[in-house]
């Protein structure tokens, strides 16, 4: 493997746990979202932001790459897009045990079943863009859901 395609495998794994035997996005988001946010609930929102978009650039092009790299659309190893979905999730949301497992399952759950768009950009698989925006739009629905709970349970 060179190294360029190392680097590639890194970040588009996650660190490799996207290689976990079982539920591979499930994981990557418990041991490398929740961490991942953890650090950047200490930025402003304005850097959050910066930080996000660019991750989510970023996601696109490596998802893009890792497909041809690992030969398969949509493949399992690929979880980078999870930490974008995430940190999506958790975006204005402040860091404590509930939001951040409330945030975790809410973002696994739109993940999973993912309602439309989402669905469209999962059924389409045509590069690392549908890979990162079905996530993408999950993390939107998370979002909204943990602010809806946070505003009125949890405040």
Same mark, same amino acid.
């Given at each position: 493997?060179?190294?360029?395609?190392?680097?590639?495998? @890194? =970040? /588009?794994?996650?660190?490799?746990?996207?290689?976990?035997? =079982?539920?591979? /996005?499930? =994981?990557?988001?418990?041991v490398l979202g929740i961490p991942v946010y953890l650090l950047c609930s200490l930025l402003s929102t304005y850097w959050y932001v910066i930080l996000l978009l660019s991750l989510i650039v970023l996601a696109v092009e490596l998802s893009d790459r890792a497909e041809r790299f690992f030969g398969k659309l949509d493949c399992s190893y690929i979880v980078i897009d999870e930490l974008a979905g995430f940190l999506i999730t958790m975006f204005m949301v402040s860091p404590g045990l509930i939001t951040i497992t409330l945030g975790f399952f809410l973002f696994r759950f739109f993940d999973v079943f993912k309602p439309p768009p989402a669905n469209f950009f999962n059924k389409r698989k045509k590069g690392g863009y549908d890979v990162v925006m079905d996530d993408v739009f999950a993390g939107?629905?998370?979002? @909204?859901?943990?602010?809806?709970?946070?505003?009125f349970f949890l405040s």
């Open positions: 493997m060179k190294p360029a395609e190392r680097i590639l495998a @890194l =970040f /588009a794994t996650g660190f490799y746990t996207g290689h976990f035997p =079982f539920a591979p /996005a499930t =994981f990557s988001t418990l939107i629905y998370a979002n @909204l859901v943990l602010q809806g709970a946070v505003y």
